[in-house]
Nanobody, 126 residues
């Protein structure tokens, strides 16, 4: 079992920034791809946002949805078992509940397996 606890959500104006954190416990952190998904109002499914893997040979590899590429940055601190999502240039359409995800499956970007946090609300509004 992997336990995930998100923090850092809140209300921000368009163009502003927020950083989400996800603290993991329970299993070997570096074995898991860490990711973020979001569930927007009116949508029926969670949308992939970003993910980061770790390899002892090549280090971190990052993946982004086209909608956030260039604005969001995902990172991980393996010593602290924590993943982060730095969100810049936020837009109203980024408003959603953001979920942290941990998965040791190669299909981690689909979110069909693995572990989930409880979610944190991000609201972008003036």
């Amino acid at each position: 079992q992997v336990q995930l606890v998100e923090s850092g959500g809140g209300l921000v104006q368009p163009g502003g920034s927020l950083t989400l954190s996800c603290a993991a416990s329970g299993r070997t952190f570096i074995d898991y791809a860490m990711g973020w998904f979001r569930h927007s109002p009116g949508e029926s499914v969670r949308e992939f946002v970003a993910a980061i893997t770790w390899s002892g040979g090549s280090g971190a590899t990052t993946f982004y949805a086209d909608t956030v590429k260039g604005r969001f940055t995902i990172s991980r601190d393996n010593a602290k078992n924590t993943a982060f999502l730095q969100m810049n240039s936020l837009k109203p359409e980024d408003t959603a509940v953001y979920y942290c995800h941990a998965d040791d499956n190669e299909y981690f970007k689909f979110g069909t397996s693995g572990y989930w946090g409880q979610g944190t609300q991000v609201t972008v509004s003036s």
